[in-house]
């Protein structure tokens, strides 16, 4: 059994209103795999890189136990790169540079050894890739998490639609949850797009917290206050991460159990935005967490 | 011992992506004191109208069981009248008009009956004469609470901080926090803002919830996510009001009951906003308030 992830390894380069960064190592499945490492000890990659990509990295992947079979590193090629700049209410950002490179036709490879998957995270990426990704898995998995952003939207709805209603659980913000719908009330536009597929929907609000819809439920996650929030790049990759991460560790597929790991997963989004890129999210202890999602309890809770 | 509103009494025409409304009853005043009479049967207002504010209306007011000994009816004046356009995101929106007429040189009359005032509800008005209620109040009231805008903020700053300086909990939007403070953060914001004098600070942020903080400690309250939000105008009144309301029922001021007075708060703005103006504020029952109160426990509670 383990908890297979796919998405981008890669580069960014990151300006906020605190501070810019050179290339740094980043991606969609960097994130995620590392978020769910914290709660899970079979997590497996299905990515690409170029031959640019420092092989300590790797490493540093298989040192939190994250399997990097998957992970196809391409000779003479190179990595993808995404600069980006981030508005001074963080929650919205300029895209400066997308290099491809490698990610131009990456064609997923899963390793035999990966066909144990139950839980299955696809992360950003084409929704062709995505779908790819899913029929390659033989034996279909328990949850299958998917997490896009709107530029897939513009230029590949069909595609997304079709991933879409393939899958259990969708994540994506409120301007992408009223964009797929057509709807600005966010409890409309959730009722539609739990007709595409998807039996829950996460709506990510950023520093608002996040709201998760399944059939008449909702459920209103907070996000914690935070004194400085250095670089949101990845929190939504480590949102889903840690999410997935603890629906693998607990096992059953409940509302209840994803309104924990939601939770969860906003914790370690929580510890992403702290410093840059990964930094924050590499060198965590399981005290660290189990005091930020104590956090999240006190926050929230109040008794009438 | 009784709750005392002080706040426009007015005229509002309103248009948002859904409607648009002709000249109807609003202000402050209006939305606060009947959320307040919901849970306390001593509410009394401190307001000034014009000879063209319909007698029936206050008549409604005193159906209520709200007071209106301190409502100046002045003769040959107009009314206070405000016209705003909602954007599409429903937080923010255009002033269109704005008649202060019997505002303009409101001198608030605070009747002897009114002298046993406990509980201060300062409704959104001109800094100054939220500072000569206070000082008309022999009494020091157990909890005074303020309700301001950016507007005031704009021009008439140094009245503002003082009056600010004399309450105990003071609410505002994001926005105002950010601009109040000079701090982006809303952490930060609401650590500078409780050494301006208050105690306790309430942060709304409309569809996104509410924030309290005092001292080192942070509540986080979610709004309840609506299928149809008609009309935000006089969702803030109606949320202190209903907030200070709660707390003249329970009498004893501390954290824990400001968790609950904001979900009470919320739960009367979540009315509030499904029909325009005040209409759905003035026919609630406590079968009602008890049963949205309920979903916001649903909506925000999880079991780890």
Known sequence: MSLVVIGSVAFDAIETPFGKTDKIVGGAATYASLA???FYDKVKIVAVVGDDFPTEEIADLNKHKINTEGLQVKQGEKSFFWAGKYHNDMNSRDTLVTDLNVLADFDPIIPASYQDCEFLMLGNLTPQVQQTVISRIKKRPKLIVLDTMNFWMD???????????????LTINDAE????????????????????????????????????FHEDKIFAAPALPLAEVFDPTGAGDTFAGGFIGYMAKVGTVNF?????????????????????????I????????????????????FEL
């Open 36 to 38: 769910a490492s914290y």
């Open 177 to 212: 949850a009223r964009q797929l719908s057509g709807e600005y009330s966010l409890v409309k536009a959730a009722r539609k797009i739990l007709t595409m597929g998807p039996a829950y929907l996460i709506i990510k609000k950023g520093e608002h917290g996040a709201l998760l």
């Open 282 to 301: 590499r060198n965590l202890t399981q005290q660290e967490i189990a005091s930020r999602v104590q956090e999240f309890v006190s926050l929230s809770r």
């Open 256 to 280: 209840n159990n994803m309104k924990n790991a939601i939770i969860f997963g906003s914790a370690l989004a929580s510890f992403c935005v702290e410093k840059f890129g990964t930094e924050k």
């Open 155 to 169: 230029i590949a709805l069909d595609d997304l639609l079709k991933t879409i209603s393939m899958i259990d659980v």
